[in-house]
């Protein structure tokens, strides 16, 4: 495969603010915190690149936060180690109540600028970048985060807002079936269910644990959320 391939599906990213949320609950404790860190890792190297801002990382439960971070080859490990060290693992796994949290913050600040556009702002709408989420986690949520996700999803289909406004990407930590079995039903159950926009999908990550991702792997979970083509077929649709 060749690097410029790689390198033009993932310019994609440069029109997307990169959020990226860790599930710091007690079930990830152990082996699936350090898989998680390995998944962040790789991750926030490559999308680091492709956001000029820098990415935000947060966590379910702590209130630690990395926002704008910007990695140069020497730095992305330790800061990440850095931040992993800082947080332990404990409590619930509040998925919901997180991406509402970023949910409603983002969207009430798309409604406010569709707001001044149609009072004549010209502006106002170019200001806002659309926003790529990718959730490390091991798939077991303590609250509801479906009516969260359909509730996003039917607020941008009532606004018109581009299909690619807001994409959530899962990335599975551990091999439970049962959270496999949930987040594949967000991924391909919400959408036909409830009559709404696709803005999920779902990776596992336990297969490549320990080893390094491959182009399609991170192709995969940076894009999949935001390019339908690659949540239905894989990287090698945009390559």
Known sequence: MRQSSVEDALDTLRKFNTVIVVDDSGSMAGARWREARDALASLADIAAKYDADG???????????????????????????????SVTPSGPTPIGEKLEELLLYYLDYLDRARARADAGDDKAMRAIRPVNYIVITDGAPTDDPETVIVTAARRLDEGRFPLTQVGIQFVQIGDSADATAFLDELDNGLSEAHHVRDIVDTTPFHHYAGTPLNAE??????????NRRVDRRGAQSVL
């Open 55 to 85: 990415i935000d990382i947060c966590f379910l439960n702590s209130t630690r936060v990395g926002t704008n971070m910007k990695f140069l080859p020497a730095q992305d490990s330790e800061l990440i180690r850095r931040l992993f060290d």
């Open 217 to 226: 792997m991170i192709i995969k979970i940076l894009l999949g959320g935001i």
